[in-house]
């Protein structure tokens, strides 16, 4: 049984498709450190981890390092990273990080990938602990 032939004599073929779904998940949380002051000066490389969280179907967590994680940051500044928690390969995301001051009006934003260009794209977490 073949598809009834065309004009020129040739069989017809069914036309084909495909698709490909690409989503986006969109999720946030909010990592609160109770008494800061006292965190700070425990030293260099030494950090505060917030519970796992779950966006997109990842366990993602936020390390903080009151002094920093480098030696050379010598403690003259806060290192916030996001980690990847669970296995993964190659999971593609978009992040913004915000610092809240005590009060709650001051915001600072230590990072956003929603001000690059497109064509830099997502970051890329390969493996569990990747960070950025």
Excluded at 3 to 22: F, K
Excluded at 23 to 34: A, L, M, Y
Excluded at 65 to 71: A, I, L, Q, T, V
Aim: with cysteine.
């Amino acid at each position: 049984m073949y598809p009834p032939p065309n004009a020129g004599g040739c069989p017809l073929v069914s036309p084909t498709s495909s698709q490909s779904l690409t989503r986006t998940v969109n999720g946030s949380h909010r990592f609160t450190i109770q008494g800061y002051s006292l965190a700070k000066g425990m030293g260099v490389g030494k950090h505060i981890a917030s519970d796992n969280f779950t966006v997109g179907g990842f366990q993602w967590a936020i390390y903080f390092y009151p002094d920093g994680k480098n030696p050379e940051d010598n403690s003259a500044y806060v290192s916030v990273f996001i980690a990847l928690a669970s296995e993964g390969t190659d999971v593609r995301a978009l992040f913004e990080l915000t610092l809240v001051d005590q009060s709650g009006k001051g915001k600072h934003k230590v990072h956003s990938h929603f001000d690059r260009s497109l064509e830099s794209g997502p970051y890329t977490l390969k493996y569990r602990g990747s960070m950025w």
